[in-house]
């Protein structure tokens, strides 16, 4: 799948085109490639010239690779698994890959050409193929025309030797207009999945940041917003009752907010101050953390040294000093093999941590935990299998993420806590997090252990 954007300065203007590769901050005559779980993205520059520059994102997508990692949501059916047109049109997966490879480009930052970076541009964004479900056959214009983009669509036929058999769902648009380039990103990000009408990954609340932060200055104004929210959101009721007409949050706390809230909650009752958060990613516990000052050590410890360097930056290490240096430790490490430096500390959080852990694993992820670690308290969070049917667009038996290895029911989880716990020495009480429901319980449960003073 490909997306183009060309850059044509006005005549007399005096700016030579080819400042747009300081704007998305790749080198217009490097050939690039990036490796990302949605395939490999390659940017290029087919024209380079400082009268004309066009950037152009292609993404090489393997469908049996998508199929066997799980990674692709498509209709049921074995054959449809196979024979798909992911490969080729605009989705979800092209809106990753833009959001990959211009994350700086989308923040309107470029330390370069800040007054280019802040002025509307005119721009020629080409997508040789997108899909538009629905029976909107205006839906394209609908959704682009009011961002200032002046719309160009033809109609793909079903066959160019059979015109007799008429049109396909998929067109080919050209979109032109005088639009911010990071507007113009942020669009794209946001409208390609929403014209597809489908994510090729689990939606989770945390769709909402994402829509809220790409969404900024040009969505709230927008006609079509309940329809671009509704489709990016896949219609899912729980996600979208959590959101108003501003696209603000409305009163429902996201569950990763109360997820988090329900972890430091656990470790103030347990009355921890050094604290080891296993399996911390980019550090958004460890942020909050952070900012409390009744925890006096901190320790985030990841298995991909890249989540790590997220978390450093996150929590602004470079900048901090001595005592907080000193204070926050990350430290590279996996939550199936014992550490001595995490020994004797107050309370590990394994915050959705579990459930990435293959079966055959947990053994494993016993003994580091409970008896090479031997926190005074473990407080552990994983989702709740019998939540799942409420989510309508899971398909039944999925799981919630396409890197979770099982998802246990509750009394699944109760079974291997009291296991665990009587095995160690530990207390355990199980707690649940987020709205409950009356037949299949809370979308998360939480399990906080403590040493047994008795045992």
């Known amino acids: 799948m490909l997306v183009t954007v060309t850059y044509e300065p006005e005549q007399g203007s005096g700016v030579d085109a080819s400042v747009l590769g300081y704007l998305v901050h790749k080198h217009p005559a490097k050939l690039q490639m990036f490796e990302a779980p949605v395939g490999d993205i390659h940017v290029f520059y087919p024209e380079a010239t400082p009268e004309r520059c066009t950037v152009a994102v292609l993404l090489e997508v393997d469908p049996i690779d998508l199929v066997r990692s799980k990674r692709f949501r498509g209709d049921a059916g074995s054959l449809d698994h196979y024979v798909n047109d992911r490969p080729y049109v605009a989705s979800s997966m092209l809106a990753v890959a833009l959001g990959t490879v211009f994350r700086t480009a989308m923040t309107g930052r470029s330390d370069s050409c800040p007054e280019l970076a802040a002025a509307p541009l005119p721009l020629r964004i080409e997508i040789p193929v997108v899909s538009s479900r629905g029976t909107e056959d205006d839906l394209i214009s609908r959704v682009f025309a009011p961002c200032g983009w002046e719309v160009a669509e033809r109609r793909i036929p079903l066959d160019e030797q059979h015109p007799e058999w008429?049109?396909?769902?998929?067109?080919?648009?050209?979109?032109?207009?005088?639009?911010?380039?990071?507007?113009?990103?942020?669009?794209?990000?946001?409208?390609?999945?929403?014209?597809?009408?489908?994510?090729?990954?689990?939606?989770?609340?945390?769709?909402?940041?994402?829509?809220?932060?790409?969404?900024?200055?040009?969505?709230?104004?927008?006609?079509?917003?309940?329809?671009?929210?509704?489709?990016?959101?896949?219609?899912?009721?729980?996600?979208?009752?959590?959101?108003?007409?501003?696209?603000?949050?409305?009163?429902?706390?996201?569950?990763?907010?109360?997820?988090?809230?329900?972890?430091?909650?656990?470790?103030?009752?347990?009355?921890?101050?050094?604290?080891?958060?296993?399996?911390?990613?980019?550090?958004?516990?460890l942020a909050r953390l952070q900012k409390d000052r009744a925890f006096t050590k901190i320790v985030g410890v990841d298995v991909s040294a890249r989540s790590l360097e997220q978390a450093a930056r996150a929590l602004h290490l470079d900048e901090a000093s001595d005592a907080e240096r000193e204070r926050v430790d990350l430290l590279h490490g996996s939550v199936v093999y014992r550490d001595e430096r995490l020994r004797g500390f107050d309370a590990m959080v394994l915050m959705e941590v579990i459930e990435h852990v293959e079966p055959t694993r947990l053994d494993a992820l016993e003994d580091a935990v409970f008896a090479g670690a031997a926190p005074a308290s473990v407080v552990m969070t994983t989702p709740n299998a019998e939540y799942n049917v409420l989510y309508p667009a899971l398909a039944a038996g999925a799981f919630r993420h396409d890197d979770h290895r099982f998802e246990w029911t509750r009394a699944q989880f109760r079974a291997w806590a009291d296991a665990v716990a009587a095995r160690h020495g530990y207390a355990v009480e199980l707690r649940a997090v987020g709205p409950a429901d009356a037949a299949h319980g809370a979308p998360t449960q939480l399990a906080l252990f403590r040493k047994d003073a008795a045992a």
């Open 166 to 285: 008429g049109d396909s769902r998929y067109s080919s648009v050209v979109l032109t207009g005088r639009v911010r380039l990071a507007d113009a990103l942020r669009q794209l990000y946001v409208l390609l999945p929403v014209l597809d009408d489908a994510k090729h990954y689990w939606v989770g609340d945390d769709e909402i940041a994402k829509l809220e932060r790409a969404g900024e200055g040009w969505l709230a104004e927008h006609p079509e917003r309940e329809l671009i929210t509704t489709r990016y959101l896949v219609h899912q009721r729980s996600l979208l009752a959590t959101v108003d007409k501003d696209e603000r949050p409305a009163r429902e706390t996201p569950l990763r907010v109360q997820r988090a809230d329900a972890v430091l909650a656990a470790l103030q009752d347990a009355g921890a101050h050094r604290v080891v958060d296993m399996g911390c990613g980019p550090g958004a516990l």
